[in-house]
């Protein structure tokens, strides 16, 4: 057992797995276990588990929806942080999507069309979640998060909660602030634009066929 690790149990940061396979978590179901696997459910509860893990030196990494990611059968030592479910919601705010961190990027495509708001066709087919796009900028069909990006809410690894704009995201081709700042991302307004339902819900069948 690592040393760190009955320190998880004096905290309120969630459901915490140890030794949990992370073949569970990724789309090619491969990989040994995490030391340990936590799954925070707030906010609060991940501003605590990042402070603690800089506090005590604990190495940690992020798992979105696994869709890109391949873990040896020795697993990852230290923690692997998963957004809970109280990080998968959308709201819609007349031409603003908010989103937290844990949406499935796909799931957001299809529910903007529904609505009739224009302006992440391009990401239809990539898989993945709102927090692991922002992070790494997705794009596709000429286009990426940042034409569309209003803002995020995220936790630093000090365990403070931030709010970042477009400029302070530094978006440039795959990359965002985060690469240099580490952070997860709990929420992303998106700026969007209204459409015709049935032009945008064909145009995200189209990009999506072409990947």
């Known amino acids: 057992m690592q040393q760190w690790m009955p320190l998880l149990a004096e905290h309120d940061i969630g459901k915490v797995l140890e030794h949990e396979p992370l073949s569970k978590y990724t789309t ?3 990989g040994g276990p ?3 696997l936590v799954i925070p459910d707030t906010k609060e509860q991940l501003a605590t588990l990042l402070r603690l893990a ?3 030196g604990i190495p940690w990494m992020q798992l979105g929806r696994g869709s890109n990611m391949l873990v040896t059968d020795k697993g ?3 923690l692997v942080i998963k957004l809970g479910p109280g990080f998968d919601y959308v709201r819609f705010e007349d031409e603003r999507i908010v989103a937290g961190g844990g949406v499935s990027l796909v799931k957001l495509c299809v529910m903007a069309s529904k609505q009739g708001l224009s302006g992440l066709e391009f990401a239809g087919g990539i898989p993945g979640s709102v927090g692991g796009a922002v992070y790494m900028n ?5 286009s990426d998060v940042s034409q569309i990006f209003q803002s995020a809410e995220i936790v630093l690894d000090t365990g403070e909660l931030a709010v970042y704009d477009a400029e302070q995201m530094h978006f440039s081709y795959r990359h965002s602030v985060l690469h240099e700042q580490r952070g997860m991302v709990t ?6 634009k209204q459409g015709d339902r049935e032009e945008i819900s064909a145009a995200l069948a189209a990009f999506k066929d072409r990947r």
Do not use: L, N
């Not at 997705?138 to 000429?142: C, E, K, L, R, V």
């Open 76 to 78: 990852i030592r230290g």
């Open 54 to 56: 800089g506090e005590h």
């Open 138 to 142: 997705a794009g596709a069909h000429g």
């Open 34 to 36: 995490a030391d340990a």
């Open 187 to 192: 929420e992303t307004v998106f700026r969007m």
């Open 28 to 30: 090619w179901k491969i």
